[in-house]
């Protein structure tokens, strides 16, 4: 892969044989360096050597099938919990496979089932005796003694996965028909890393024409539990960062070996919740992480150092198999991957691909993905579809991340001939690759323009989980909307945990903190704020000078008369219906120039009342020191507050559009006490942005909107401006 100009380099295509004049003129068009294979398309010799790099791609734990199908011991598993069932005698039969899909699972009954497998009363919440329930292998039932009328029951169980989840994905999305259902062995098994070294040694020497391996990804898949009825509910259970796949009997014992306990599937089932990402975890749990996170880089190690002595680059996929892969970890380099490469719906997730340390290649795969239909059952390539409608919008939502963090590579995957009747995207991928290497070549010469100030945001997770909220879709969730907005604005983030703080206080630089999320969630922090030593490193921290905003139910644990544990610090708090016989202090009705909204820096930007999504209800003010900004119908919705020399900001809630963008953008500048640095190298119209480069002397203005838009820039002087015109999706390049 050679350096690129604007009009080729940097470009990864999907070819597919069959399609050899398409695969090598969209090359040519879209300047590509790099064609690669997908999941279901391979390449034929006049593509392989046609002089373009080439990107091979392995998922090593669905490449031995032949030895899968006759080690079935040796697949992939994890615990599932059945479905309730309520007792009405002293007896009660569960099925604990019912309501699964059993096409993906079947009961594990190799491995004592008295010994790994729990059953509970979930209403009382406790364990039933293992001498009062039995298994009938015959039946693939559980059956309970002893049991009390009116409560409910469970079966926690393991189950192997017969069927590979992206394999199943992408088999029934494409109507596949009869091609076989992949399963995936487990590499926690020493008879099959021998299998899978094997393998891999004898596919590096039947692909000499290979220049990079692409590990998709690594050996264990997110956890994704799919149901029986697909029509009414496919996804049981969903985690893009759950380790609850990598489970298995000799996993557990390995566990307790190096770290001195047991762990049971209750760990891993948690009542149905799993350990979904969204939660904060236990420290039980944050242990098994890091076992296997040890497992996967030491088998993953001696992998990828085949690949280099083959001559060959390794690059993994960061989706699909990436668990234990743990980008952000500073163990990550250990690997010694050559590259990342990460699948993008948002600027977020552009963030996450960057933010990875010790490689030296960050690519992008863009979206749509060459498939009849995207994520969500939408049509992209096929009637119905627009796919180059679908391409310029995912376009300007990576593009804000993309101006901010340097990539080093884009590109596409799936089939590329279902674009060759869409001349109109070929086009426009053409120069929307054009763009891109302007872009990365003003990241080569400098960093772009950031705020006088810097900001962390705290979660249970940390730089663990920086620049995520457990995948691509999860719109439900504060936290996704904000990391949006941020992962396209000109301010320094980073991400810190109640572990750092308690070790090392508040990073030094850092003026504000965002505390986002609801009650009990990792992005609040659940039961880490039930931890005096946090709130009050935090309260001193901001007396002093910090500032916090905080959005939706920050520092939630309720304690007696209280509730949000920063409550002192915002200046608000959260009645949850214990506080009716309590009074509340009557504020101000706001009121300025927009009706019901005060006029405030903060505000300056609005044209009517912010949309802020799902936001939380009955917030209330402590006293007169908080002002009411927004408000509906008695309930605070943003508010501001100083706190010794320090300031905080409330808002109920937060959905990422450019208008609360713009919103959060100048609340950050106000609890930084920085207004007077606002106007510099800001745009006046919300639906634009603009990045800085001062090595270049470049300044870069996008419409992140479908219709054409004007804005106005304020230079570094505070005075001058450049108005800009910009088409519909489109991109200004100025020179000062």
């Known amino acids: 892969m050679q350096p690129s100009s604007l009009n080729s380099g940097d470009f ?19 300047g590509a360096d790099t064609i690669r294979d997908s999941d279901g398309t391979q390449l034929s010799p006049e593509i392989v050597q046609s002089g373009y790099d080439i990107y091979s791609t392995v998922c090593l734990v669905r490449s031995v099938q032949p030895w ?77 003694r002893d049991t009390i009328p009116g409560h409910s029951y469970t079966v926690n169980f393991l189950a192997f996965r017969i069927w590979e989840e992206i394999s199943m994905y992408n088999h029934i999305t494409n109507n596949w028909g009869d091609r076989e259902h992949l399963a995936a062995v487990d590499p926690m098994h020493p008879e099959t890393q021998r299998v899978i070294l094997k393998f891999l040694d004898g596919w590096l020497a039947d692909h000499p024409d290979t220049r990079v391996v692409r590990f998709t990804s690594m050996f264990y898949n997110f956890s994704w539990f799919w149901g029986a009825n697909q029509a009414t509910l496919r996804d049981v259970y969903s985690d893009w960062g ?54 996967v880089i030491a088998f993953g190690r001696q992998c990828i150092d085949r690949v280099h002595a083959a001559g060959k680059k390794a690059y993994v996929f960061y989706d699909d198999h990436w668990i234990g892969v743990e980008p952000n970890s ?15 719906f948002n600027a977020f997730e552009v963030r996450l691909c960057a933010h990875a340390q010790g490689v030296k290649t960050h690519e992008l795969r863009l979206h749509p993905y060459l498939f009849p239909t995207g994520l969500k059952g939408e049509p992209t390539f096929k009637a119905g579809g627009n796919p180059t409608l679908d391409a310029k919008n995912f376009w300007i939502d990576a593009r804000r991340g993309i101006l901010r963090a340097p990539i080093d590579r884009i590109g596409l995957g799936g089939y590329l001939s279902l674009v060759e009747p869409f001349p109109d995207f070929q086009d426009y991928i053409e120069q929307l690759a054009r763009e891109f290497r302007l ?73 504000v903190i965002i505390n986002c999320g609801r009650d009990g969630s990792a992005w609040s922090g659940g039961h880490y704020w039930n931890d005096p030593e946090v709130v009050a490193c935090l309260t001193n921290w901001a007396g002093k000078g910090g500032a916090v905003v905080g959005i939706g139910e920050p520092s939630a644990f309720a304690t007696a008369g209280q509730f949000f544990r920063l409550a002192p610090v915002l200046g608000v708090d959260r009645d949850r219906g214990e506080r009716i016989a309590n009074g509340k202090y009557k504020y101000a ?83 930084a006490a920085q207004e007077a640095a606002w106007p510099v190298w800001n745009t006046t119209n919300v639906r634009t942005e603009c990045a800085w480069f001062a090595a270049e002397k470049k300044l870069v203005v996008i419409n992140n909107a479908g219709e054409p838009q004007q804005t106005t820039v304020t230079l570094a002087d505070g005075r001058t401006q450049k108005r800009v015109d910009l088409a519909a999706h489109d991109i200004a390049i100025l020179d000062v």
């Open 12 to 30: 990864t295509l999907p070819g597919e044989a069959g399609y050899e004049q398409l695969t090598l003129r969209l090359a040519k068009k879209w």
């Open 68 to 144: 899968a199908r006759v080690n079935r011991n040796k697949l992939q598993q994890n615990f599932l919990m059945s479905y309730p069932v309520v007792a009405e005698k002293k007896t009660v039969t569960i099925t604990p496979l019912a309501g699964y899909f059993t096409e993906q699972f079947v009961l594990n009954v190799e491995d004592d089932p008295k010994k790994w497998w729990q059953v509970f009363d979930r209403t009382t919440g406790t364990e039933v005796a293992k001498r009062a329930w039995d298994f009938n292998v015959r039946k693939g039932t559980v059956t309970v």
């Open 242 to 295: 759950d380790y609850a796949m990598t489970v298995s009997p000799r996993a557990l014992t390995e566990f307790k070996k190096v770290y001195g306990y047991a762990l049971t599937s209750e760990d891993f089932v948690n009542g149905g919740l799993y350990n979904s990402t969204h939660n904060a975890p236990s420290r039980r749990y944050r242990d098994y992480m890091a076992f296997i996170h040890d497992f």
């Open 330 to 344: 500073a163990r990550f380099a250990e690997f010694g991957f050559d590259g990342l490469i990460k699948c993008v």
């Open 439 to 511: 872009l990365k070549s003003f990241h080569a010469a400098g960093k772009p323009y950031t705020a006088p100030f810097k900001v962390a945001v705290l979660t249970a997770w940390g730089d663990l989980r920086a620049w995520t909220c457990s995948g691509h879709f999860t719109a439900s969730v504060e936290l996704y909307h904000v990391i949006e907005a941020l992962a396209g604005l000109p301010v320094d983030v980073s991400f810190i945990s109640f572990d750092d703080l308690k070790e090392s206080g508040v990073p030094r630089g850092v003026k």
């Open 589 to 671: 009705a706001p009121a300025g120039r927009v009706a019901g909204i005060a006029d405030h820096f903060i505000t300056a930007d609005l044209t009517s009342a912010p949309d802020l999504g799902r936001d939380v209800e009955g917030t209330y003010v402590l006293d007169g020191t908080t002002t009411v900004l927004a408000e509906r119908e008695g309930t605070p919705r943003l508010t501001t507050h100083a706190f010794g020399r320090g300031r905080a900001v409330y808002l109920s809630g937060f959905k990422f559009t450019a208008e609360n963008t713009r919103l959060l953008h100048r609340a950050l500048f106000w609890a």
